[in-house]
Every structure is written in structure tokens, then in C-alpha cells.
């Protein structure tokens, strides 16, 4: 059964930094590229990063861009997100998923592509 448990949300002050950790088990990770989604109560979630094994691509959404970095640790079976300057609009549940294409992600880090999603980690960005 694949599961992957994310964590490393928290509270953290606006100009902030945070890496969030996806980490699989009964599933050899690298085989599957992992999407990173987040979302806030009462809207739908939001693709944010998706790291593909075919190649090591990475795609990030606009409201990523130049602040994030997704990451793979074979020997941990993690894969990572690191997130700096945080603002308080990227406080929302953050959720890790692995594709249903297995190694392949689109660009656009649709929700439909990814299964077998986390139970997500809470961010909080606020002074």
C-alpha cells in the first residue's frame, strides 16, 4: 500500500523559510514523480511543484517561481519542498502525492494526476 506522510508545516514569520518533507513507504519513491498541492479552507487545492524521476524535471506554479525548490532523497525515500519568503498567502494544508502516470508529471500539476495523497501539514505564515 503507498503512503506517504508529510511534515515540517508549522508557524512561521512572513520573510520566512520552511522545508516540508513528503516521506514514502511501501513504495520505492524515486519510481514515481511526487507533486507538492496545497490548500486553504473553502477553495480548491493548488498545484504547487511536481518533481518527475524520468528526467529530474521540476515545475513549480507562478506563485512558486524563484522561492521553491523540490527535491528527492533516494536513500530516505523523501521528497522535499523547500519554501522561502513566506507570505501569509501561502498559509494553507500542504499535501505531497504521487503520480498515477508513475515517473511523468504535467506542467500544469493537475490534482487529477496524482493518488495515494498524504494527510498534509499545516502552514501558518503570520507575525
Known amino acids: 500500500q503507498l503512503q506517504l506522510v508529510e511534515s515540517g508545516g508549522g508557524l512561521v514569520q512572513p520573510g520566512g523559510s520552511l522545508r516540508l518533507s513528503c516521506a514514502a513507504s511501501g513504495f520505492t519513491l524515486e519510481r514515481y514523480a511526487i507533486g507538492w498541492f496545497r490548500q486553504v479552507p473553502g477553495k480548491e487545492r493548488e498545484g504547487i511543484s511536481c518533481?518527475?524521476?524520468?528526467?529530474?524535471?521540476?515545475s513549480y506554479a507562478e506563485s512558486m517561481k524563484g522561492r521553491a525548490t523540490i527535491s528527492r532523497n533516494n536513500a530516505k525515500n523523501t521528497v522535499y519542498l523547500q519554501i522561502d519568503s513566506l507570505e501569509p498567502e501561502d498559509t494553507a494544508v500542504y499535501y505531497c502525492a504521487a503520480s498515477v502516470w508513475y515517473y511523468y508529471c504535467s506542467g500544469y500539476i493537475l490534482e487529477a494526476d496524482f493518488g495515494s495523497w498524504g494527510q498534509g501539514t499545516p502552514v501558518t505564515v503570520s507575525s
Open positions: 518533481l518527475r524521476t524520468s528526467d529530474s524535471s521540476t
